[in-house]
């Protein structure tokens, strides 16, 4: 149910994006936790799949960072699902977070 409500969420994004009126929000947001939010959502067909999870978080990456939790989310649950359909069974997803460069 968590993920058809995330695609719902997301159509309706998409219509606030197109008409100009999507607002983001600031929050402080745990970085280094927030990737299990998406992997409890995909985990029957992670399980499923016999997919595994590598996460890496780059040292310099802060604890806390101020964002919009919903839309960064939304944008990992996005590269989750891809993933989940394109890797093969019993392949390995990595994810690495790291700075960006400005």
Avoid: Y
Wanted: net charge positive; with cysteine; glycine share 4%.
């Amino acid at each position: 149910s968590d993920h058809l409500m995330a695609i719902v969420n997301d159509i309706l994004d998409l219509s606030k994006i197109t008409a100009g009126k999507l607002s983001l929000k600031s929050e402080d947001i745990n970085i280094r936790q927030l990737h299990q939010l998406c992997i409890d959502m995909f985990a029957g067909q992670i399980k499923k799949m016999q997919l595994q999870w590598d996460v890496h978080v780059h040292p310099a990456v802060p604890t806390a960072i101020c964002g919009d939790k919903t839309r960064i989310v939304q944008i990992l649950c996005n590269l989750l699902s891809n993933a989940t359909k394109f890797t093969p069974s019993k392949g390995l997803i990595k994810l690495h977070i790291s700075l960006a460069s400005m």
